[in-house]
């Protein structure tokens, strides 16, 4: 598993640079030439970018390395299982009150707030006491949720409500940083290894290197956003509710797959951070493809590429259902399945941030999307409560069979996820809202 990591990495690599190459050839720029020209808009997305993506980076440098971190204290696959939990449980709690916490505290207090809880919930992985490391999960969802709408929320208020800049102009902002997403997520798995691993200063040590990137971040203004107007908008358009639930469905075996990783390929020693890395580089590659794939030489719609995607990702949780069988376990097979769910969450994410944008009042997005995580979160939270289930009934120790079922539970869920999808597509077959501009005529969603 070491050499085969290190392999796939490079080849990862490699094939993104020529994607994007190929990508920058093919699709013309996103921007408008105005927004290209414009020195203030420059100004203000330049600021906007630089606190999110130090936020981002800070919030990967976690991924490789907390079930390894909960492992190296000696703590049961069971009790892992349940730290996971607490901390889905609070995104949860706090889901439906996030989009409007600017609201109530004003920008900057809510960003402070960010970073409090950021920072605590890293420097909590310093104990190894269970009762403060639940604590520190709980921090972490208050975080989580802060991060999934305080910054875009803040964005959206800035660049209508202040500056009055085109509303046209804000796709440019967030592909640029859904562009940068992947890379940070490359690095932060390279960091994350040099760290824990090269320099040998234990797992713990990237959760250290988080601190100092959120202790940066401040704010100023205040936000305006209601989580009533949000469920309104969920529950009066059937076209928001199925998408709500596609990403129910899709985010939440995420989550599931976020704490399963770990413990299916650790045995097998590759190097925790590498592997990580390759996953996000699987995700970029999917990222590229989808550019590739919706460009006017193509002419897929995001529709047929958010079907793809989820297609991918049920094959994926297939495979996994039986590389790991107990007794016979094929990390290599498991590792492939793994970097073809990245592959798909890299074509499933700006597929259905494309049609949020257009089924979504910008206005209401925040709130809305604040409604979205709440069964997201809950069905994760159900998921590991039924592993720490199974796990707890053969003694506490590797979850065995557990993480098999779990995996076909997955691919149920997946399965549901399609089933939402082609509803979706139905509901809207000649709706001009889910269809990218520039490309008529070449078949129905």
């Known amino acids: 598993m070491l050499l085969t990591a290190y392999f796939a990495i490079i080849a990862l690599l490699a094939l993104c640079v020529g994607l994007e190459f190929t990508a920058r050839r093919l699709t013309p720029p996103q921007s408008a030439p105005t927004a290209v020209a414009n020195p203030v808009f420059q100004q203000f997305q330049s600021i906007f970018l630089q606190a999110y993506l130090l936020a981002l980076w800070a919030d990967w440098l976690q991924g490789p ?35 409007w916490l600017h609201q109530v505290l004003g920008r900057r207090r809510t960003c402070l707030l960010f970073c ?18 639940i604590v520190g999960r709980v921090l972490g969802g208050l975080s989580t949720s802060l991060l999934a709408t305080t910054f875009e929320a803040w964005y959206v208020h800035r660049h209508v409500e202040v500056h009055d800049f085109p509303r046209e102009w804000i796709p440019s902002t967030f592909n640029k940083a859904a562009t940068w997403n992947h890379g940070l997520a490359v690095g932060a798995g390279l960091v994350a290894n040099l760290l824990a691993e090269w320099l040998h200063l234990g797992p713990v040590a990237p959760f250290l290197l988080a601190v100092p990137c959120v202790v940066r971040l401040s704010a100023k203004e205040r936000f305006s956003r209601s989580c009533s107007e949000g469920l309104r908008c969920l529950l009066s358009d059937r076209r928001v509710l199925l998408l709500g639930g596609v990403q129910a469905l899709f985010e939440s075996v995420l989550y599931i797959f976020v704490f399963l990783w770990t413990p299916v390929l650790d045995p097998h020693g590759p190097p925790l951070g590498i ?28 529709g047929h590429v958010l079907c793809l995607a989820v297609l991918m990702a049920f094959f994926s949780l297939f495979m996994l259902t039986f590389s790991t069988a107990p007794g016979q376990p094929r990390p290599h097979d498991s590792f492939l399945a793994f970097l073809l769910l990245e592959l798909a969450c890299g074509l499933y994410f700006p597929a259905v941030s494309f049609l949020q944008g257009r089924v979504i009042p910008e206005e209401k997005r925040a709130s809305v999307l ?20 199974e796990v707890s009934g053969t003694g506490g120790g590797e979850a065995g069979g557990g ?17 939402a999808v082609v509803s979706l597509f139905t509901l809207g077959r000649n709706d001009t809202d889910l269809r990218q501009e520039g490309m008529r005529g070449e078949g129905e969603m």
Request: aromatic letters at 16%; a positive charge; one cysteine or more.
């Open 65 to 99: 390395y907390l079930y390894k971190l909960y492992r190296h204290y000696s703590f049961l696959e069971s009790q892992i299982a349940i730290l996971y939990v607490c901390g889905l449980a609070s995104c949860v709690l706090f889901a439906p009150f996030s989009g």
């Open 403 to 419: 993480t098999r079922h779990m995996f076909g539970g997955c691919a149920v869920m997946m399965l549901a996820a399609l089933m």
């Open 370 to 389: 604040a409604w979205f995580r709440l069964p997201l979160h809950l069905l994760a939270c159900l998921g590991l409560l039924a592993l720490h289930g």
């Open 116 to 133: 409090f809880s950021y920072s605590a919930c890293c420097l909590t992985k310093l104990s190894r006491d269970y009762f403060v490391l």
């Open 275 to 302: 592997v990580f890395s390759c996953l996000m580089a699987a995700s970029m590659v999917g990222s590229l493809l989808y550019r590739l794939a919706t460009s006017t030489r193509y002419h897929l719609q995001p």
